[in-house]
């Protein structure tokens, strides 16, 4: 089973339009049990479901055109991987090309495809391979066509960007919400595919920005990419990282962040030869010898931040994994 993951920065710019407006962002992503979301950690994997979610429910608090608001024209910037890996090219084209072979590690399940069309122009197709409701999904796809519009914004191409667009309408807006960015260049994509068409002279337009190598992450470095073929329980580990920031996670919390029943994901990790309460134990092991190794963490404060009850919790699982207490681990450093 492929657990649905998305990397932490997809929600960056979200969270930061909240803060300017006045929002304290996670009360609301506490709502779809984000609360332990960091803007500190863009590499980071997250539910996919329940940040889609966060998008939709703060659209339907503000207005529906909202991630066209968000994004304007720094939202794609804060995207951390796929920016970085994105800004390597010099037009749009070459842009959505390196897209297209970054995405399998942003998103466990969004479908990308860019393709030129016999006249020359470019055509970028979006999907999902799980299921939305019609509304979550017409949020998601303006969000991916804000982006998109934003990019071709860095060329120097005149606008209009985008020649045609084909998405799911909102249920309740159509696309009246959508004229002052797409105007009647929007229609209705019954396959349920988000469709747009560029022209030629905007995707082999130059791209115009001044490329500081210092403010994109570097595909190069030590970040967790999602394997392909990988099991259920490297899944559940990368998303436990993030759940011990708000102390000790629930197989309950997890199965529902990821769609499924405590049950049905009792026996995916059974049939693996492995268990909710091992993966847990893993993880905390790997993070205690990663903070003791590099970053000399007080004790307390580590056993507090792995979910343990106290530190003496700590230090006799501690014991267990290593053979000695975490304090000869500090003495030795």
């Known amino acids: 089973m492929i657990v649905p993951l998305i990397r932490s920065a997809a929600l960056a710019p979200v969270v930061r339009w909240m803060r300017e407006n ?21 590499l980071e994997f997250i539910p996919l479901r329940p940040a889609a979610q966060f998008l939709r429910d703060l ?18 910037f804060e995207l951390g991987l796929i920016c970085s890996v994105g800004m390597k090219a010099d037009t749009l084209r070459g842009v959505m090309s ?29 999907g ?59 229609s209705y994509q019954r396959a349920k595919n988000l469709r747009l068409e560029i022209r030629s002279e905007v995707a082999d337009a130059p791209i115009q920005i001044q490329r500081n190598k210092n403010d994109l992450i570097d595909p190069g470095m030590d970040w967790v990419p999602v394997r392909s073929g990988a099991s259920t329980s490297y899944f559940v580990s990368l998303l436990l990282i993030g759940f011990l920031r708000e102390g000790r996670p629930s197989i309950d919390r ?20 492995n268990s909710f309460s091992q993966i847990l134990d ?29 530190q003496s919790a700590f230090t006799r699982a501690y014991r267990r994994w290593q053979g000695r207490p975490p304090t000869e681990k500090l003495k030795k450093q």
């Open 22 to 42: 006045g929002q304290n962002p996670h009360q609301e992503l506490r709502k779809v049990d984000l609360g332990w979301y960091s803007e500190l950690h863009p």
């Open 59 to 76: 659209a339907r608090q503000h207005t529906p055109n909202l991630p066209w608001r968000i994004v304007q024209d720094r939202g794609f």
């Open 98 to 126: 390196l897209i297209e072979a970054a995405m399998s590690n942003h998103c466990t399940h969004e479908m990308f495809r860019a393709y030129s069309t016999e006249e020359g122009d470019l055509v970028i197709e979006e």
């Open 128 to 186: 999902w391979a799980l299921s939305f409701d019609d509304e979550t999904l017409h949020i998601i796809q303006q969000y991916f066509t804000a982006m998109v519009s934003m990019i071709c914004g860095l060329t120097s191409a005149p606008g209009p960007y985008l020649r045609d667009v084909q998405m799911i309408p909102h249920p309740v807006y159509g696309f009246d919400h959508l004229g002052r960015w797409l105007g009647e260049r929007v």
């Open 254 to 273: 997890i199965a529902a962040a990821i769609g499924t029943s405590r049950r049905s994901l009792q026996r995916r990790l059974a049939e693996e030869g």
């Open 282 to 310: 893993d993880v905390r092991r790997q993070l205690a010898n990663e903070h003791l190794n590099t970053k000399g963490q007080a004790i307390g404060t580590l056993a507090s931040s792995l979910g343990y009850a106290n």
